[in-house]
Nanobody
Framework: QVQLVESGGGLVQTGESLRLSCAAS????????MGWYRQAPGKQRELVAA???????NYADSVKGRFTISRDNGKNTMDLQMNSLKPEDTAVYYC??????????????WGQGTQVTVSS
C-alpha cells in the first residue's frame, strides 16, 4: 500500500507565501508523474501543477509565474512553493502521484488534502 501525506497548508493574507509538501511512503518501485490539484467549494478539482519523473513541469495558467513545483526522487517527496497568493487560490490542495508498485504495474494515489485559505 502507498500513502501520500500533504503538509504546509494554512491561512495567509493576499500577497503572502506558503509551501506545500507531499511525502510518499509504502511499497514503491518508482514514482512516475506527480502533481498538485485543488478544489474550491462548488468547483471541480483542477490541476495546479505537475512534474514528470525527469523534472519537466506544467502549470495552470492561473498560477504561472507565482507557483513552483519541485520533487526529490530519492526521497519520494514533492513540494509546491506558492508566492503572491490571491484569494482565488483558496482551496483544498491535493497531492497526486502515479506510482509503480512493481516494474509493470502503476496505480494512481491521492493525498487527503490540505486547506489553503487566502484572505483579502
Amino acid at each position: 500500500q502507498v500513502q501520500l501525506v500533504e503538509s504546509g497548508g494554512g491561512l495567509v493574507q493576499t500577497g503572502e507565501s506558503l509551501r506545500l509538501s507531499c511525502a510518499a511512503s509504502g511499497t514503491i518501485f518508482r514514482i512516475n508523474a506527480m502533481g498538485w490539484y485543488r478544489q474550491a467549494p462548488g468547483k471541480q478539482r483542477e490541476l495546479v501543477a505537475a512534474i514528470s519523473s525527469g523534472g519537466y513541469t506544467n502549470y495552470a495558467d492561473s498560477v504561472k509565474g507565482r507557483f513552483t513545483i519541485s520533487r526529490d526522487n530519492g526521497k519520494n517527496t514533492m513540494d509546491l512553493q506558492m508566492n503572491s497568493l490571491k484569494p482565488e487560490d483558496t482551496a483544498v490542495y491535493y497531492c497526486h502521484a502515479g506510482v509503480y508498485i512493481t516494474a509493470a504495474f502503476i496505480r494512481d494515489y491521492w493525498g487527503q488534502g490540505t486547506q489553503v485559505t487566502v484572505s483579502s
